[in-house]
């Protein structure tokens, strides 16, 4: 059974950084192109960032564009989100998961922005 498992959450002030990680099962990850999705209290499930599957390319939701940034390591089976300037609406719960192709999702990794 494939396997989603979203890190590296927490409590943060407004202006910090956090750096999320997945770690993922699938034997497919190398070809697979990925992505870090959030859904925050009320609010449907939404994409933040896309990573293609050798990493060369990469696209942002506008509301992240130029603070976050996606990365991958196809050896470890590990997509990455640094996550800079964090704004309270970045308060989420965030998820990764194929791009194309979803697979069951995981728990997720809390953020909070908050002072």
């Known amino acids: 059974q494939v396997q989603l498992v979203e890190s590296g959450g927490g409590l943060v002030q407004p202006g910090g950084s956090l750096r999320l990680s997945c770690a993922t099962s699938?034997?497919?990850?190398?070809?697979?192109?990925m992505a870090w999705y959030r859904q925050a209290p009320g609010k449907q499930r939404e994409l933040v960032a896309t990573i293609t599957s050798g990493g060369g390319s990469t696209n942002y939701a506008d509301f992240v564009k130029g603070r976050f940034t996606i990365s991958r390591d196809n050896a470890k089976k590990t997509v990455y989100l640094q996550m800079n300037s964090l704004k309270p609406e970045d308060t989420a719960v965030y998820y990764c998961n194929r791009q194309v192709g979803v697979l069951s999702w995981g728990q997720g990794t809390q953020v909070t922005v908050s002072s």
């Open positions: 699938t034997i497919n990850f190398s070809i697979s192109a």
